[in-house]
């Protein structure tokens, strides 16, 4: 399709393991955004791209999050040792461009459960 | 960015106009106003976006007042496929804005 696309949907891991998501932006769009959403909970907002460049880090939770985006496309977010309170839904989004006239579409996110 | 009220909740007939209101009444000049909603266990769907005018796309129109305190998104014929949370946000973007905040939306219910 031509929308945000996220993988895997659902991911069940034990605590201490490390786990790899993955988004595929539309294509064409320069900026990606990664947020996550606890259950009952708003969005948190991680990290984002512009390019291949993140110009902005701060939200990361803690160093066990890292996040690269390659080609101006794909983006990975990598937990390590992974905890129990990063069980949430990780979302990806991306836009033409940063700007306030520059729409953010979102995929249907990563549910990660950490038993 | 500026902050946004909404109703928690609102009910609307299949078939009929669905309005829902949004207040921002601290909005900043270059500051937009976005409309998403979110389906259970769907990530948020953009719906619309405007800055001045009123706009109008595929799912829906987008009405804002001439000082831009407050707007009104219209569904015009709901489905129940349009119930969502529903979530007005305003949004400057550029610079160091590019995180978009989700406040707790209105619960648009949509009977048959």
């Known amino acids: 399709g031509a929308g945000v696309s996220q993988s895997p949907s659902n991911k069940v891991t034990e605590k201490g393991k490390d786990v790899e998501l993955r988004c595929d932006p539309i294509s064409g769009h320069t900026a990606l955004y990664w947020y996550r959403q606890r259950l009952g909970q708003g969005l948190e907002f991680l990290i984002y791209?512009?390019?291949?460049?993140?110009?902005?880090k701060s939200g990361l939770p803690s160093d066990r999050f890292s996040a690269e985006r390659t080609g101006e496309s794909v983006s990975t977010l990598t937990i390590q040792r992974t905890q129990q309170e990063d069980s949430a839904v990780y979302l990806c989004?991306?836009?033409?461009?940063?700007?306030?006239?520059?729409?953010?579409?979102f995929g249907d996110g990563t549910r990660l459960s950490i038993l | 960015d500026a902050k946004t009220t909404q109703p928690p909740s609102m009910d609307c007939a299949e078939g009929r106009a669905a309005n829902l209101p949004c207040n921002h009444s601290?909005?900043?000049?270059?500051?937009?106003v976005y409309w998403y909603r979110q389906i259970h266990s769907q990530g948020p769907q953009y719906i619309i976006h405007g800055l001045k005018n009123n706009e109008t796309n595929e799912m829906a129109s987008l009405i804002i007042t001439e000082d831009r305190k407050s707007s009104t998104l219209i569904l015009p014929h709901a489905t129940l496929r349009d119930t969502a949370v529903y979530y007005c946000i305003v949004f400057r973007g550029g610079g160091s804005n590019y995180k978009l905040t989700f406040g707790k939306g209105t619960l648009l219910t949509v009977n048959p």
């Open positions: 989004a991306s836009s033409l461009r940063v700007g306030g006239n520059q729409p953010q579409h």
């Open positions: 791209f512009q390019g291949n460049s993140a110009p902005d």
């Open positions: 601290t909005i900043s000049g270059n500051e937009y």
